[in-house]
């Protein structure tokens, strides 16, 4: 079974910081697959990012996604306020979903 | 506008079953869609725990397998989640959600709800 490890696992950031998140799969993956949500407290989790790079409706264009094979990152170019949240990259096969377990993004 | 609405007791004693039902608006549940459950513990992450569609196709993690129903109501619009067993480490909020057949995430989500498994 993949294992998605995400990096780091708590990103303390300024409000105009560039952030960096990092999803890292144990094993080689389509990057079709590859997903990216938001989850803030309270609430459920939030599409960012399907197929490692495409924006999902909405999602403002700081948010960018790329990666390949087994290296996914999440860009966020300019931290708006409302982008402090707890970040979960997720991979899907047919038979099996698996997250990675976060990255919370504080604000500094 | 696709609407999921969670309900269900939000205490379980420990060794019962947790029972819980979405309620699907907006949307047909018989369309080409996997209408799914997820977890997440207070303050942890989130897992996946299945999936199933209108026909009643489902997969379910490997690892819960042993001790997850899940089954659908079409005349209801309401898909369903049994977990048999329960201890404390199943104490978390649940979500149900949508994917659609030909994507690889969950697009619509229900707003949770917690169960807390305790005498």
């Known amino acids: 079974e993949i294992v998605l490890t995400q990096s780091p696992g708590t990103l303390s950031l300024s409000p105009g910081e560039r952030a960096t998140l990092s999803c890292r799969a144990s094993q080689s993956v389509s990057s079709t697959f590859l997903v990216w949500y938001q989850q803030k407290p309270g609430q459920a989790p939030r599409l960012l990012i399907s197929?490692?790079?495409g924006r999902a409706t909405g999602i403002p264009d700081r948010f960018s996604g790329s990666g390949s094979g087994t290296d996914f990152t999440l860009t966020i170019s300019s931290l708006e306020p409302e982008d402090f949240a707890v970040y979960y990259c997720?991979?899907?096969?047919?038979?099996?979903?698996?997250f990675g377990q976060g990255t919370r993004l504080e604000i500094k | 506008q696709v609407q999921l609405q969670e309900s269900g007791p939000g205490l379980v004693k420990p060794s019962d079953t947790l029972s819980l039902t979405c309620t699907v608006s907006?949307?047909?549940?018989?369309?080409?869609?996997?209408w799914g459950w997820i977890r997440q513990p207070p303050g942890k992450g989130l897992e996946w725990i299945g999936y199933i569609d209108y026909s009643g196709s489902t997969y379910y993690k490997s690892s819960l397998k042993s001790r997850v129903t899940m089954s659908v109501d079409t005349s209801k619009h309401q898909f369903s989640l049994k977990l048999s067993s329960v201890t404390a480490v199943d104490t978390a909020v649940y979500y149900c959600a949508r994917k659609e057949a030909s994507i690889p995430h969950f697009d619509y989500w229900g707003q949770g709800t917690l169960v807390t498994v305790s005498s």
């Open positions: 997720q991979h899907y096969a047919t038979s099996s979903i698996i």
């Open positions: 197929g490692a790079s």
């Open positions: 907006g949307y047909s549940i018989t369309s080409n869609s996997w």
